[in-house]
């Protein structure tokens, strides 16, 4: 009893320090863009202790239910094992049954986002661009022609399509991740737990009826992810599984592709965790798998970049601009200008100004907006860029030299709502259409066969657009998943979990492509809170690997 309230080992220890100092970092970072350094300061002392404290708690428990408890009642983890085909049916259709109430609410899907764009390409109304997917595009466009084709009635086949490609799908990159936890020991009850607080979140509903590409790319990179941790930590030994490995080799470079062609960021996050894995994994003692790994890594590389080139030629699609990538530097620009305008403190020179309005088309300190650069991105000219960029980069470390304090305010407002979305006036464009002047001749709309359910679902969304949204609600914050990512990489670290750092380093990398982008909304955020419950099952591995 004197021991009760003693963290048992170094290694917590370690883990409370660490992440109660990463999750009081995490929390204090969206107020640089708004408060002065010692009011940063003050808050990030109390947000230490409010962390410890929670943190410490949250382990003493641990450790009573699955350390204490585990020696009198060791059902706590030990289970008879199903086949796992049966375990994925059961997940499969628990999470279509929680969110058909959702897809019959929203029916047909909100034809919202870059959709509509999209399907006036696939028309040809609009000429082709690798802006957009061109697998997607051809997908949407596809079904909706058919539910024109076959059923005199656009808004069946974009129906079609929510359903098949975009529920089903997720549904199935989920139950995947939990079948291979499942196969890894971690015990039923845990894993239904899990799945039913994902599934019944409103943001989760929303989504997986909103036309956008980044849903079906959250599940093909899910599915990437699960089938790595299957090559490289598989359920059985080495010698059970020959056979297998092919599969599961043919599996990871079929997804890597699609998610390199469904978001142009999969192709670079590949590229990245390629020499970062290698140079970590090196002195495994499953050189063979990993060797097969990483040879699957070069090779969807080179066929993605083939396969894009080729396409581009023979569709002859647009090539997108590059100033996307160049967002935050974009959005500083245009910060740094308005600034110098209106509050009458010229800390911009002359020569400084001239510089920087080169890179614009006619730029106006009314374009800025802090939640989004897409006003001065539409206008910024990437030749520019191309033509001296050495001189591009100078006069950028100008623009921050001149005022650091705009720099780091303009880039966290950006980012800011990751971390809490109650931040963004943006959620509604879940629950919205866009480019209704595109739509007049498909007439897709929305035929609501649960109206209250939708109502529900649409108050959600726009609860989450103020501060005072409930606490109910702000426990289904995406933002969270962000803890339990960081939560992961902290574990792993001081646990010398390799299979933890795998899982973590791809998600990861998604995330910092996330923070260069020209805003933060709820659709990007969805690739990693769907991912969560993967998140806790290698915890959970580790853990009871090394207890046992």
Known sequence: MRNAFILKSKREFKLWVWCTLTFAIIRTIPMLADFNYTQIFISLIKKLLLCGIILYILLWLWNWIFGTQLSKNSTITSQALIRPKVIFTLFFFLILILWLPAFLALYPGTFGADAPIQEAMFRGL????????????????????????????????????????????CAFAISSALTYLYRRKVPLWILIMMMGVLCINPYIQTLVCYSTKDIPFAAVFLLYIVNILYLLFPPEYRNRINKRLDKRLIYICFFGFLSIQLRSQGLYILIVALPVLAVYLHKTTFRKRLHQFLFCQVLIVILAITFNSISARVLNSEHRDSREALSVPIQQFSAAITENVKSGEKFLDSELIEDISKYFDGYHPDMYNKYVADVPKSIFKTNEVKKNPSKFIRTYLKTIAANPSIAIRSYIDLIKPYFDFTQTPYNNLVIETSFEDLNKDLEIQQYSFFPLYREYLTSAIQLTNFENCPVVLKLFDFSWVLYILDFLLVFGLIYKSKLCIVCFIYPFLYIGTMFLGPMALLRYAFIYAIQWPLYLGCIWITYIKQRN
């Open 126 to 169: 609009y000429p082709l661009s690798d802006h957009h997917p061109l697998i997607h595009t051809f997908l949407l466009g596809s079904f909706i022609q058919l539910g024109i084709t076959f059923f005199n009635n656009a808004s069946f086949g974009f129906g079609l399509y929510i359903f098949l490609i975009q529920m089903m799908l």
